[in-house]
């Protein structure tokens, strides 16, 4: 069973096991070949708690659970990234 907040199932929706293929393509369109290691880090840190918040409705608890990292460092990333919910 898939659960979806819209009434499309998009690849956000579908587990990672079923879209691994996938993200792995998606490092080579955002993280160019010859990027300084650190830069492409934060890259997909920013990229991975963007998709985190995505999924849990932007409930910042439940997509740093998610993500395997306490809330308080949650909103440190989410300064840092200058992301807003």
Same mark, same amino acid.
């Given at each position: ?6 009434? &499309?199932?998009?690849?956000?929706? *579908?587990? #990672?096991? *079923? &879209?691994?293929? #996938?993200? #792995? ?10 990027? /300084?290691? /650190?830069?492409?880090?934060? +890259?997909?840190? #920013?990229?991975?708690? +963007? +998709? ?32 807003? &919910?």
């Amino acid at each position: 069973m898939v659960l979806c907040s819209d009434n &499309i199932i998009t690849t956000q929706d *579908l587990p #990672e096991e *079923l &879209i691994g293929a #996938e993200a #792995e393509l998606d490092v080579d369109r955002f993280v160019p070949l010859g990027m /300084p290691l /650190p830069k492409a880090m934060e +890259r997909i840190e #920013e990229s991975l708690i +963007r +998709r985190a918040l995505s999924r849990c409705n932007n409930v910042q608890a439940h997509a740093a659970n998610m993500l395997g990292i306490t809330k308080s460092l949650m909103q440190h990333k989410l300064k840092k990234y200058n992301i807003r &919910i």
